[in-house]
């Protein structure tokens, strides 16, 4: 009888036995559950919080440049024209300016043909393309502009400032050895307007380079 009561007390241990192990495998599943959960829930939450980050990071730029922009807006509309809000950049740029001289000779200019000024010395803002020798004014206001052609020697040229294809001012050289012509102009120009030196017609066909010739300009 002793060793039947022996048996059950030992099967009923390892039922118990059993259970628990059940139990701490239950336990563990959860607790691995409740692992993946969190993680899951942070890389979520670290998501959202870059998200916020960057789109916080965007706003305080937009507003910066606004108002960078608005001050540039009551700067202009009271006369001060010195510096315009470049957007984007967070920045004032300079009035644009720029000086331009002629290397190579031209030995043969067609009726109205653009005399390309290719040496670049100054070009703030960039506003002068040195491949097709036009300025580009990049903002509404007062320019000057001046243009110097020399002839070759025994030779004579007219040239001539223009304003999107209109002519404005001449330049005439002529001697029996090497002469230069210059003129200049004020002329209030848009955003976008074209300022250019060309050949004036068929008036003579040479331009001396060799930096003897230039054109310049800038906002007053």
């Known amino acids: 009888m002793k060793t039947a009561s022996y048996e059950n007390e030992i099967q009923s241990l390892k039922q118990s036995a059993m259970s628990s192990a059940n139990e701490i495998h239950s336990l563990k599943s959860a607790a691995a559950m409740s692992a993946d959960k969190f993680q899951a829930l942070k890389e979520s939450s670290s998501d959202e919080i870059k998200a916020l980050k960057t789109s916080s990071t965007n706003e305080i730029k937009l507003l910066k440049e606004e108002i960078y922009a608005m001050k540039s807006a009551r700067m202009n509309s009271a006369g001060g024209m010195e ?118 017609d068929t008036q003579g066909s040479k331009a001396y380079g060799a930096k003897f010739s230039s054109f310049s300009g800038f906002m007053l």
């Open 83 to 200: 510096r315009r809000f470049v957007l984007g950049t967070n920045s004032f740029a300079e009035k644009p300016a720029f000086t331009a001289s002629l290397v190579h000779h031209i030995t043969n200019l067609g009726s109205y043909q653009t005399i390309i000024f290719d040496n670049v010395i100054t070009n703030d803002l960039g506003a002068y393309n040195n491949i097709t020798g036009i300025f580009t004014a990049p903002f509404n206001g007062t320019y000057f502009f001046t243009a110097t052609v020399m002839s070759h020697s025994g030779e004579y040229i007219v040239s001539e400032i223009c304003i999107n294809g209109q002519s404005l001012v001449y330049m005439y050289s002529y001697d029996t050895k090497y002469e230069q012509g210059t003129n200049s102009v004020v002329l209030v120009l848009k955003a976008g307007d074209s300022v250019w030196v060309r050949h004036h």
